[in-house]
């Protein structure tokens, strides 16, 4: 039996992959988001072609391997342009020939980040506020990605494309050869609200940003939701661009976005180097799976031997959730282990943990200090920049309706199309 999709590109990986579970089964769906994520494979869809291309080997978060998946068709929103339809964006690609745009691409046309309140201009020296590199201009020819505000997802990407590269990178807008960038959807705006069932609470008294990756695009930690009290996460549904999740990397507490949602380097734990990360996305049955998880970027460098100093907890404010308790306390910090009943290891090694929320239910991603202050002027994980102290504090104590082993990463299975999460 197979079961639902719960993709993404979350680093540590998290995947479920092809029918839905059985309404009214949630454990059937949540002991299978675990059972999926141990076994996961290590194939990628091309991960050393981007590297080379972006330069940035050094710093690429665990190499986002992926797990095979069932191809789908295009739903919900976007089901009146199936795979098989001609949307107009096509055919305005296909009146740009060859001699229209340049072999040289520093004489192509650059596209302008359309003005709409729903996009967050991505800070860079050459990108132009799209959701690339910043020293990546969106020009004629090519597919830029778009970063939605805090709580909405990106609803523009090629058609027919899916979760192996080069496909993976053609989110957002096609930039014509004039310089005109152009929706694949243009009954659609280019955000919609995410599901709105996950929050991030921030408890530690100074700012903690949540860095979600671009995908489709080259699925850098580009967007910035800072939480100081709470705000709501964009969790993608089951229409969204091949049935892929939303992946945050968290920054320690005192970092914002604008500093801390970055390819980082190893002098630092924020970025794609911070210590943990999380994911989520709801499915088509209505359940929502949420993940958090060590980043084995980070546990694998030389940044783990000073430990973070705050925490991460899942919390369903409702009731009704499988999978609790599901936290990274100060005890897990000695060993990256996770406290969880379900607990299992994912890309790396990593150890995470996943909560099903129910139908209509909510639940919070709790960031939390170890030494149970409020206050941001506690310890840091780096001494060059300034995190907050973190304290220990209870989680919740609901009971997960069964136990699995501790699962172990196939490191020999090599697939070339996945479900990441």
């Known amino acids: 039996m197979r ?23 949630p454990h059937v769906g949540h002991r299978a988001a675990h059972m999926r994520f141990g076994k996961r494979s290590l194939g990628r869809h091309d991960d050393a072609a981007l590297l080379l291309e972006r330069k940035r080997e050094a710093l690429r978060p665990e190499m986002h391997h992926h797990e095979k998946r069932q191809p789908q068709t295009m739903r919900s929103s976007h089901a009146h342009l199936g795979r098989d339809t001609v949307p107009p964006v096509a055919r305005v690609a296909s009146r740009d020939h060859p001699g229209d745009i340049s072999t040289d691409i520093s004489k192509r046309a650059v596209c302008s980040l359309p003005n709409d309140p729903d996009l967050y201009a991505v800070p860079g020296a050459s990108n132009g506020g799209w959701a690339m590199a910043p020293d990546v201009q969106c020009t004629a020819g090519s597919w830029c990605p778009i970063a939605c505000v805090p709580g909405k997802v990106m609803a523009q990407w090629k058609p027919g494309t899916t979760y192996k590269y080069p496909e993976s990178m053609y989110g957002g807008l096609y930039c014509g050869s004039d310089g005109t960038p152009v929706k694949s959807f243009p009954d659609q705006p280019y955000c919609v609200e995410g599901t709105g069932a996950v929050s991030a609470v ?18 850098g930690m580009y967007i910035p939701t800072d939480v100081t009290d709470s705000s709501v996460l964009a969790v993608p549904g089951p229409s ?88 990274i306390n100060a005890n897990n910090a000695n060993d990256f282990s996770v406290t969880s009943q379900d607990s299992a290891s994912g890309a790396g090694g990593a150890d995470f943990c996943v909560v099903t929320v129910p139908s209509g239910g909510t639940a919070n991603i709790v960031v939390f200090n170890f030494d149970g202050s409020s206050s941001g002027s506690g310890g840091s994980t780096s001494s060059s920049v300034d995190h907050a102290s973190s304290s220990s504090s209870t989680s919740n104590k609901a009971s997960s309706s069964q136990q699995l082993k501790k699962l172990t990463q196939d490191n020999n299975i090599k697939e070339g199309q996945t479900d990441d999460f």
């Not at 999709?5 to 990986?13: K, R, Y």
């Not at 005192?254 to 380097?265: F, K, L, S, V």
């Open 240 to 327: 969204y661009w091949d049935g892929t999740a939303a992946h945050y990397y968290v920054n320690p507490p005192g970092t914002n976005g604008a500093d801390g949602c970055i390819w980082g380097t190893d002098a630092n734990p924020i970025g794609n180097w911070s210590p943990y990360v999380a994911g989520a996305n709801t499915v088509s049955s209505g359940l929502t799976f949420v993940k958090i998880a060590w980043n084995p970027v980070y546990t694998s460098s030389g940044l783990s031997g000073t430990k973070p100093t705050y925490g991460l907890r899942i919390e369903c404010p409702d009731g009704g959730c499988n999978g609790t308790p599901c936290e």
């Open 3 to 25: 079961f639902s999709t719960f993709p993404a590109a979350i680093a540590s990986a998290l995947i479920l992959g092809g029918a839905q579970p059985a309404l009214g089964e």
């Open 202 to 219: 921030n408890t530690c008294g100074s700012v903690v940003s949540f860095c979600q990756t671009v995908l489709p695009g080259d699925e």
